[in-house]
């Protein structure tokens, strides 16, 4: 009978961390939009032709970061100096980096029609270094993976981003993962749920 309290007692904690886990930063239904967030809302539709969606539905419980966290992100997704294919593996990094599954499930696709081999992205699900990268994303994935692990970078990492990139380039690369970071911080604080057709990030131990 204890055996069964204490079976009794662990699966309500669960059912109950599950219940707290889903709810931690509901999104807020636009009919619940304070003045603000309407605003903000119609500025993000207005820039971006979609409603608020993914990670900037969390940050709509401060309208004053939503729209400035998606301006920085226009630039640093679309017109980046190093290009969109590139600026994809540097997020697929990040969100490996960062066990984030909605930044995953969302890039996931979009690196592969931007010209990142699944092979690549593959190794990087699985927490390996890839094999067939170009020389370009060799120099993106070295940077942006000792920038994630180690904090910074080597002078011989940097220079030679700086040799390939260019000074901008260097920027914009080290900029992508800090903006993906700032979301996958967002989306793992709210722990915003994947779709269920999505698949979890295998978890690896710390």
């Given at each position: 009978?204890?055996?069964?309290?204490?079976?009794?007692?662990?699966?309500?904690?669960?059912?109950?961390?599950?219940?707290?886990?889903?709810?931690?930063?509901?999104?807020?239904?636009?009919?619940?939009?304070?003045?603000?967030?309407?605003?903000?809302?119609?500025?993000?539709?207005?820039?971006?032709?979609?409603?608020?969606?993914?990670?900037?539905?969390?940050?709509?419980?401060?309208?004053?970061?939503?729209?400035?966290?998606?301006?920085?992100?226009?630039?640093?997704?679309?017109?980046?100096?190093?290009?969109?294919?590139?600026?994809?593996?540097?997020?697929?990094?990040?969100?490996?980096?960062?066990?984030?599954?909605?930044?995953?499930?969302?890039?996931?696709?979009?690196?592969?029609?931007?010209?990142?081999?699944?092979?690549?992205?593959?190794?990087?699900?699985?927490?390996?270094?890839?094999?067939?990268?170009?020389?370009?994303?060799?120099?993106?994935?070295?940077?942006?993976?000792e920038l994630h692990r180690n904090k910074r970078v080597s002078d011989a990492t940097f220079m030679r981003a700086e040799k390939r990139f260019g000074r901008q380039?260097?920027?914009?690369?080290?900029?992508?993962?800090?903006?993906?970071?700032?979301?996958?911080?967002?989306?793992?604080?709210?722990?915003?749920?994947?779709?269920?057709?999505?698949?979890?990030?295998?978890?690896?131990?710390?």
């Amino acid at each position: 009978m204890h055996r069964i309290r204490c079976l009794v007692a662990t699966a309500g904690a669960v059912v109950v961390a599950v219940a707290s886990a889903q709810v931690r930063l509901p999104t807020i239904p636009p009919s619940s939009y304070s003045v603000e967030q309407k605003q903000a809302a119609a500025e993000f539709e207005a820039a971006r032709k979609v409603p608020v969606f993914g990670p900037f539905e969390p940050l709509l419980y401060s309208p004053q970061l939503v729209n400035r966290a998606r301006a920085m992100g226009d630039y640093l997704r679309y017109q980046s100096s190093i290009g969109t294919t590139l600026s994809e593996l540097v997020i697929l990094v990040t969100a490996r980096e960062w066990t984030q599954d909605y930044e995953w499930y969302v890039h996931y696709p979009i690196s592969l029609k931007a010209g990142i081999k699944p092979e690549v992205a593959d190794a990087i699900a699985d927490g390996r270094r890839p094999q067939g990268m170009s020389d370009d994303e060799e120099i993106v994935y070295e940077f942006s993976t000792e920038l994630h692990r180690n904090k910074r970078v080597s002078d011989a990492t940097f220079m030679r981003a700086e040799k390939r990139f260019g000074r901008q380039g260097v920027v914009d690369l080290a900029g992508i993962s800090g903006y993906y970071t700032l979301l996958a911080m967002e989306l793992n604080v709210a722990q915003y749920e994947i779709p269920r057709d999505g698949k979890r990030l295998a978890r690896f131990p710390r």
